[in-house]
């Protein structure tokens, strides 16, 4: 298995340019996470999905979003970029919930708004 | 006051010695985990538990519900194992991991 996969690896966007995060996962997980980790604090959550065709908001989802056609693809797109957004994006999956065993984390994109 | 905190947020420690990272929480839970996060920023899991304690290699966690505290241990430290430390905890409001800032370690031969 691949687990859980991500591209880019590092991007750079000009302010108000749009782009997307993919993140899939292979292991037939339901439930998948959208992260961003800023310098010196903790992993925020953008939005989750509980499976195909379900997505929800987390604690800082405001300029982005999100769809989960299948249940291994969770891309995360972002509209009108601001440097705000500048931050390291980790997208993770787990089988049925945090509560249920071990949450796969993908490599990261590390993305910088100028 | 955040719902997860860490402490120390920084440890240096000489190869060998015995290490221990603690996390309080103030939310309810049904779970806490306990993650890594490398120098390379990739990030993997460690433990998850919901009593008692767990022991893997030279790796223990251990968590009292009552008095809402973790902590993880590591015996025999090594420089391999710097790294972050992240305790998260499951049972917040949308049902999703809450996570702490995290604990840097830096282990010298």
New interface residues.
């Given amino acids: 298995n691949a687990g859980v996969t991500q591209t880019p690896k590092f991007r750079i966007l000009k302010i108000g340019q749009s782009m997307t995060l993919q993140c899939a996962q292979d292991m037939n997980h339901n439930y998948m ?1 959208w992260y961003r980790q800023d310098p ?6 953008i939005y ?1 999905s509980v499976g195909a065709g379900i997505t ?1 908001k ?2 800082v989802p405001n300029g982005y979003n999100v769809s989960r056609s299948t249940t291994e693809d969770f891309p995360l797109r972002l509209e009108l970029a601001a440097p705000s957004q500048t931050s ?1 994006y ?1 997208c ?1 999956s787990i089988l049925q ?3 249920s ?5 993908g ?2 994109t ?1 993305l910088t708004v100028l | 006051k955040n719902e997860v905190e860490q402490s120390p947020q920084n440890l240096t420690a000489q190869e060998g010695e015995f290490i221990t990272i603690n996390c309080s929480y103030s939310v309810g839970i049904s779970a806490l985990h306990w993650l890594q996060q490398h120098p390379g920023g990739g990030i993997v899991s460690l433990f998850m538990l919901s009593s008692g304690k767990k022991k893997h290699g030279r790796l223990i966690a251990t968590i009292n519900i009552q008095e809402k505290h973790s902590s993880l241990h590591i015996t025999a430290s090594h420089p391999r194992d710097s790294a972050v430390y992240i305790c998260a905890v499951y049972g917040g409001s949308q049902g999703n991991l809450i996570f702490g800032k995290g604990t840097k370690l830096s282990v010298k031969p």
């Fill in positions: 996470y010196g604090m903790g992993l925020k959550l989750y929800d987390g604690e390291v980790f993770a919930g945090a509560g065993g071990t949450q796969y984390f490599p990261g590390r």
